[in-house]
């Protein structure tokens, strides 16, 4: 039953940051997508780009949250942490992100 309410509740969070403050999101058709998790029993979306890649948290198999990227063509990244015990992301550019596989920097696809 825990999991139910996590996916309908993340479900919610992702339609809401997708079209906050838009006039005409009644009229736009919606498609909820389980994001998944990264090992954990929850997780959470904090923002949506124009471009549909979501930011946000998902809980760790054992303990603690990171921060995730995720895209329909790659699924969800582990963003990982700047050192602390955890991480989180509210806010993502209206611009794509992508990570290259062999760095840990963010790089911007123009």
Known sequence: MRRASTVQ????????????GAAYAAE??????DLGTLG?????AGAVNDSGQIVGFSALPVFG???FSWTAAG??????????PGS????ISP???SLEPTSSR?????
Not at 28 to 33: A, D, E, G, N, V
Not at 40 to 44: E, Q, R, Y
Not at 88 to 91: C, D, H, T, Y
Not at 106 to 110: A, I, K, L
């Open 40 to 44: 954990g029993l929850n997780s959470g």
């Open 75 to 84: 699924g969800m990244i582990d963003l990982g942490t700047l050192g602390g």
């Open 28 to 33: 736009t058709p919606f498609i909820p997508i």
């Open 106 to 110: 963010p790089t911007s696809r123009t």
């Open 95 to 97: 611009v794509p992100i």
């Open 65 to 67: 949250a990171h921060a």
């Open 9 to 20: 509740n993340l479900l919610i969070a992702i339609l809401l940051a997708a079209n906050a």
């Open 88 to 91: 989180g992301a509210l806010a």
